[in-house]
């Protein structure tokens, strides 16, 4: 008599069947969702941290390491990028390491009290064009529009002295730091975006497992 699976018991046709990990349903089912969840919030989370889609991430100018430079800056967030020369080749470029001990002091122009300098994780973002690359480094709630005074220090550079290098530009070679946009966000709702993201990130995934659900 010929014995089908079928006409197995459960636990038994799940042996004649193979391990669950080898079945096809579990690939397109229960792992094809937890890699979209996996990707939506680690997606939603990078968002949230970096504060949404870089933009110009200069547009105010930048400043050589060690030097200072006085800037004109609008009130609100103002992003701080490091950007550095590049090495390698092709698809294993890299940004060249920050100097050691690199520290920004944002200050009124005029005099006054340095505005805290916040930390960004450089980790989160990275764009390399040409042989330059920049990535986040901090950020600074401006208070108001106006100029202030941007000073770049290391504890391998030579200190720079109050007044020197006042309105040196930045050389775009070498270590530099960058004053930029603040990042862009749907109706300037960080959270939103952050949903946004991890929602697209999720359909994404579906979309393009798609093709091999439907087969199977």
Partial sequence: MNVTATDLPRRDRRAADGPWYAAASFWTGPFTIGLALLLAVGLGL?????????????????????????????????????????????????????????????????????????????????????????????KVEIPSAGSYRVRVTGDQSRQVEPGATRTAPGTDSGPEIALGERPWSPLDSLLLGAILAGLTAFLAVFLLTLPVRLLT
């Fill in 46 to 138: 990078a968002w949230y941290l970096l504060g949404g889609f870089p933009r110009d991430h200069d547009r105010y100018g930048s400043v050589s390491v060690p030097g200072q430079r006085v800037v004109e800056l609008p009130a609100g967030d103002v992003r701080l990028n490091f950007e550095n020369d590049t090495t390698g080749d092709g698809d294993t470029r890299h940004i060249q390491d920050r100097p050691p001990g690199l520290a920004v002091r944002v200050s009124p122009a005029a005099g006054g009290e340095a505005i805290e300098v916040k930390n960004v994780p450089g980790w989160l973002f990275s764009s390399i064009s040409g042989d330059r690359g920049h990535e986040p480094f901090g």
